[in-house]
């Protein structure tokens, strides 16, 4: 078979560029699939939340946009919260702290941690809450965030209040 070479370039370009168009429209519904995502849990649809999150996140995983699987895995950990698969709730929230940490988002992987501590609070995990706080708590004091401090401290001291030890909440900075 004869291929003319002066069209090799065109073709290579059309594919390269056909590739990078995939990706953005990849990148594009995996967007859109988590904007439709929050939208139902905002509107207390938590199933179709979960359904439509599911999606976004496979969508996201495929493009390699860590910051944005990483937005989306949060979300899913609310989403499973709100359905009561706590379980999954605490594995998304550990797998987006751990892109937020990648993408070097100190911030948002703080949030995470929050919301990953207080769910073994609520679920009575105290020891795993103590140490998911003081993790959050060093995060925010290498990177000098003082609003992250203060809260992951607030944290601590109440965990400790739950496990009957008044003296060291107190001394909580």
Known sequence: MYFPTR??????LLFILGSKMLV?????????LFKKSREALASGDCFEAMQVGIEASSAAKRTGDRQLAANILAHMGEVYECTGKDKDAIMSYILAGNYFAATKNMRR?????????????KK????????TFLKGHNLG????????????????????????KFSIAQKVP
């Open 7 to 12: 069209l090799f370039p065109v073709i290579t």
């Open 24 to 32: 953005i429209a990849s990148e594009s519904n995996a967007s859109e």
């Open 109 to 121: 992987q703080g949030q995470v941690l929050s919301k990953l501590g207080e769910l073994y609070l």
């Open 124 to 131: 009575g995990i105290l020891s795993m809450a103590l140490s």
């Open 141 to 164: 004091m290498n990177h000098k965030i003082d609003s992250m401090t203060c809260t992951f401290a607030d944290n601590i001291g109440i965990v400790y209040v739950q496990l009957g």
